[in-house]
Every structure is written in C-alpha cells, then in structure tokens.
C-alpha cells in the first residue's frame, strides 16, 4: 500500500524558514517524480514543485522560485521542501504528492495526508 | 502558464441528479487534463486521468471527456458520498501544473 506521510509543519514568524519532510512506503520511491502541492485556508490547490525521480530535475512555482528548495533522499524513501523567507501568503497545507509524470503529461496518483504551514507573528 | 478555468463555481443538486462540471485551458492542452474529487478536511483523490480515463477503484458514474481546450467532469446518480469539491489540473506543460478554482458541489 503506497502511503506517503508529512512531518515538519507548524507556526514560524515571517521571514523564518521551516522544512518539510515526507516519508515514502509501499512502492519504489527512486522510480517516481515527486511533487508539494498546497492549499491555503479556504482555497484551492496550488502546485508549487517537482523533482524527478533521480532527483537530477527540479522545477517550481514563480511565487516560490529562489525561496523554496525541493530534495529527496532515495536510500531512505524521502522527499524535503526547505522553505525560507517564509510569507503570510505561504501559509497552507502542504500535501507530498506521487506522480505518473511522461514526456508530455501525467497525473498525481496519490497524495499525503497534508502538513499545516502557518506563516504569522 | 496554462491556465485552466472551472465552471461553475458552485452547485446545488440532490442524490439521483446527473452533474456536469466544465474546464476551459487557455490554450489547446491535447487531452492532458486530470481530474480530482476533494472531500471536506481531506486530501484530494485522483479520479480521471488524461481526460477520460478513470482511475481505478472510481466508481463508473464517474466519467470525462474532451480535448483540445475544452473539457467536462459528469457525475451520473450522484450518491452521498460525491458531495465534495472537484478540480481539473492539466498536465500539457512540464511545469508548472496548474488547477482549476475548484467547484463545490452541495446538497440542494
């Protein structure tokens, strides 16, 4: 059973940093691309980052691009977003997410159960 | 960016009813669109893929068509449990992947 689960939300101050942490089971983590999308309180989804299964490609979101670092550890299963200079307008549920990814297209097949970001002071 | 546009935003229907939720792109995205069913405090869950193929373990009352720009989620006998917000996504760009607004479907 492929479960995917987040660690490492909670409350910073603006313009702080934090680290998510997803831990991956039931499939082949290094065979698969793997995506953070969020979802703001009251909102919908929002895609913010990709990184291949090598963990060679990675792309992001304008709004995050030079602030957030995606990563993954393919000997433990694992998959990181590094967010710095934290924003009021980051605060979200950030959901790990699988992906069938292809030359042209693909889909998210399975997502986390979402860690709480809350960006105030 | 791609930009995919839902609609509507809302609806009201009762259990028994057929619902037809539309997504437009801003651009002719071949048949890259996916869409998800999110229930109340949960994660969102796959339901159709690539248009019109569903996902499996979706029940067959679930069904997607379109291409090109346009493009429709149907809902046949919606049951209790189908009351939730649904969100295309298309996938034609390698990044970023982009969602629809979302669209609410409530009990009338």
């Known amino acids: 059973e492929v479960q995917l689960v987040e660690s490492g939300g909670g409350l910073v101050q603006p313009g702080g940093s934090l680290r998510l942490a997803c831990a991956a089971s039931?499939?082949?983590?290094?065979?698969?691309?793997m995506n953070w999308v969020r979802q703001a309180p009251g909102k919908g989804l929002e895609w913010i980052s990709y990184?291949?299964?090598?963990?060679?490609?990675?792309a992001y979101i304008a709004s995050v691009k030079g602030r957030f670092i995606i990563s993954r550890d393919n000997a433990h299963n694992s998959l990181f977003l590094q967010m710095n200079s934290l924003r009021a307008e980051d605060t979200a549920v950030y959901y790990c997410?699988?992906?069938?990814?292809?030359?042209?297209?693909?889909?998210?097949?399975?997502w986390g159960q979402g860690a709480l970001v809350t960006v105030s002071s | 960016d791609i930009q995919v546009t839902q609609s509507p935003s809302s609806l009201s229907a009762s259990v028994g009813d057929r619902v037809t939720i539309t997504c437009q792109a801003n651009q002719t995205i071949s048949n890259f669109l996916n869409w998800y069913q999110q229930r109340p405090g949960k994660a969102p869950q796959l339901l159709i893929y690539t248009a019109s193929s569903l996902q499996t373990g979706v029940p067959s009352r679930f069904s997607g068509s379109g291409s090109g720009t346009d493009f429709t989620l149907t809902i046949n006998n919606l049951q209790p449990d189908d009351f939730a917000t649904y969100y295309c996504q298309q996938s034609f760009s390698t990044a970023p992947w982009t969602f629809g607004q979302g669209t609410k479907v409530e009990v009338k």
């Open positions: 997410t699988r992906d069938r990814r292809f030359p042209r297209g693909g889909y998210i097949d399975f």
């Open positions: 039931g499939f082949k983590f290094s065979s698969y691309s």
């Open positions: 990184i291949s299964g090598t963990g060679l490609t990675s």
